[in-house]
């Protein structure tokens, strides 16, 4: 259990990565209560500098004694280093949010986002999970339409930034665009399509195209990302035989994940209806003007903590359904962003 403080000691652990470097900004932003910061990485990172409150911070190489005097932990610096790392955060007593699919499926652990079951976060045993970044964004307006009508079935596509996959892949698609820029043609980079000493988990060329894997294939054929949409889901809304599938591409965009739902509902709602729901609920914002062209995309929600929905419209295929996208900053709120709302939870209680 987390002891009240006025201040506390935080340990962010992957902060040179595409999520760490968020968790730095979003922390100074919402001025969390902090007295030490503390930044874990790789050898790689050793001995960078890195930038809080002004003040340059040093990056320590994470081991079992990183967590000494720690109070918090935020985790991003993959599933791997969170079960190897994080139950020695527990025994020197820290309480950690981990953005990795590590722990999230483990019964006794919490599954939190803010918003939709906070309530949740009270039986922890020292470690919280953050869900996946496309199953956030999907959970807020799928439980607005779940309090009011009831919710069936839930079809998904999903449209994943390369920044999901970490720094190392944004890196890759620039380099791509800028090698593609010099030739005559769109495709063809061939052998070049992986950058020297990159890490590249798309296995194939991103800048204009689509790649329909996120994460590893498994048995059914379906990625584990796609699985992922589908239990988390679940186990954040407390529906444990909610029917949903999910297709998940990766898009040649840098930063915001968006996301085609379709919902079948229990009871019928209007488009009218429904945007007065999702408008009411904490932590979304209504882009849907159909006579003005407004709609959500990912280069305007890029930087924005809010879940963006336009395109609400009746699914006039069935008696009661609905259609909507959906649009967030997956290193904000798909990620840095939730985990800190968890960890004012935490300090709140
Ligand atoms: O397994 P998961 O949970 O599914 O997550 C896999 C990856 O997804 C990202 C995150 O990548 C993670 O590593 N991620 C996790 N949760 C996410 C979420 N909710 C998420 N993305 C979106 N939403 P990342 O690039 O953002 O962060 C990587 C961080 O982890 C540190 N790290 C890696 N190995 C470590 C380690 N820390 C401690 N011990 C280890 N063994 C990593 O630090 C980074 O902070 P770093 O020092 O290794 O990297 C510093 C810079 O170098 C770049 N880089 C990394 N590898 C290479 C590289 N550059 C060139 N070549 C490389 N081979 C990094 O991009 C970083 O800028
Ligand atoms: O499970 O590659 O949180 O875009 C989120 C980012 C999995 C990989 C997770 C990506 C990760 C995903």
């Given at each position: 259990?987390l002891k009240k403080k006025k201040k506390y000691n935080v340990?962010?652990?992957?902060?040179?990565?595409?999520?760490?470097?968020?968790?730095?900004?979003?922390?100074?932003?919402?001025?969390f209560p902090i007295d030490e910061?503390?930044?874990?990485?790789?050898?790689?990172?050793?001995?960078?500098?890195?930038?809080?409150?002004?003040?340059?911070?040093?990056?320590?190489?994470?081991?079992?004694?990183?967590?000494?005097g720690i109070d918090i932990?935020?985790?991003?610096?993959?599933?791997?280093?969170?079960?190897?790392?994080?139950?020695?955060?527990?025994?020197?007593?820290?309480v950690?949010?981990?953005?990795?699919?590590?722990?999230?499926?483990?019964?006794?652990?919490?599954?939190?986002?803010?918003?939709?079951?906070?309530?949740?976060?009270?039986?922890?045993?020292?470690?919280?999970?953050?869900?996946?970044?496309?199953?956030?964004?999907?959970?807020?307006?799928?439980?607005?339409?779940?309090?009011?009508?009831?919710?069936?079935?839930?079809?998904?596509?999903?449209?994943?930034?390369?920044?999901?996959?970490?720094?190392?892949?944004?890196?890759?698609?620039?380099?791509?665009?800028?090698?593609?820029?010099?030739?005559?043609?769109?495709?063809?980079?061939?052998?070049?399509?992986?950058?020297?000493?990159?890490?590249?988990?798309?296995?194939?060329?991103?800048?204009?195209?689509?790649?329909?894997?996120?994460?590893?294939?498994?048995?059914?054929?379906?990625?584990?990302?796609?699985?992922?949409?589908?239990?988390?889901?679940?186990?954040?809304?407390?529906?444990?035989?909610?029917?949903?599938?999910?297709?998940?591409?990766?898009?040649?965009?840098?930063?915001?994940?968006?996301?085609?739902?379709?919902?079948?509902?229990?009871?019928?709602?209007?488009?009218?209806?429904?945007?007065?729901?999702?408008?009411?609920?904490?932590?979304?914002?209504?882009?849907?003007?159909?006579?003005?062209?407004?709609?959500?995309?990912?280069?305007?929600?890029?930087?924005?903590?809010?879940?963006?929905?336009?395109?609400?419209?009746?699914?006039?295929?069935?008696?009661?359904?609905?259609?909507?996208?959906?649009?967030?900053?997956?290193?904000?709120?798909?990620?840095?962003?939730?985990?800190?709302?968890?960890?004012?939870?935490l300090i709140?209680e």
């Open positions: 259990m340990a962010v652990m992957g902060a040179t990565g595409a999520v760490g470097s968020q968790f730095l900004s979003i922390l100074e932003e919402r001025d910061i503390r930044l874990l990485a790789s050898e790689r990172s050793e001995g960078k500098k890195l930038l809080f409150k002004k003040q340059e911070i040093g990056v320590q190489v994470l081991d079992k004694d990183s967590f000494k932990v935020l985790a991003s610096a993959g599933a791997a280093r969170s079960k190897d790392f994080l139950p020695f955060a527990v025994k020197a007593g820290a950690s949010v981990d953005n990795s699919s590590a722990f999230r499926m483990d019964p006794d652990i919490p599954l939190v986002v803010p918003e939709v079951n906070p309530h949740a976060i009270k039986r922890h045993k020292g470690i919280i999970a953050n869900p996946n970044c496309s199953t956030i964004q999907m959970v807020l307006p799928l439980c607005a339409i779940h309090k009011a009508v009831g919710i069936k079935r839930v079809i998904v596509t999903t449209f994943q930034s390369v920044s999901g996959a970490g720094q190392g892949n944004i890196l890759e698609m620039e380099a791509q665009v800028i090698r593609i820029s010099k030739k005559d043609s769109h495709h063809g980079i061939g052998e070049h399509t992986v950058s020297k000493g990159m890490i590249n988990r798309f296995h194939h060329q991103i800048a204009y195209n689509l790649i329909p894997q996120i994460d590893v294939f498994i048995e059914n054929a379906y990625t584990k990302e796609e699985m992922k949409m589908v239990n988390e889901t679940r186990k954040i809304m407390e529906i444990p035989d909610l029917a949903l599938s999910a297709t998940c591409v990766r898009v040649p965009v840098y930063y915001a994940h968006s996301e085609s739902v379709n919902i079948e509902t229990k009871k019928k709602i209007t488009r009218k209806e429904a945007i007065d729901i999702i408008k009411g609920f904490p932590g979304i914002v209504v882009v849907d003007d159909p006579e003005k062209n407004e709609y959500p995309m990912p280069i305007n929600i890029e930087g924005k903590d809010e879940v963006f929905v336009g395109r609400i419209r009746e699914d006039e295929s069935v008696a009661c359904g609905l259609n909507m996208w959906v649009v967030a900053d997956n290193l904000r709120k798909g990620a840095a962003l939730n985990a800190i709302q968890i960890a004012e939870l709140a």
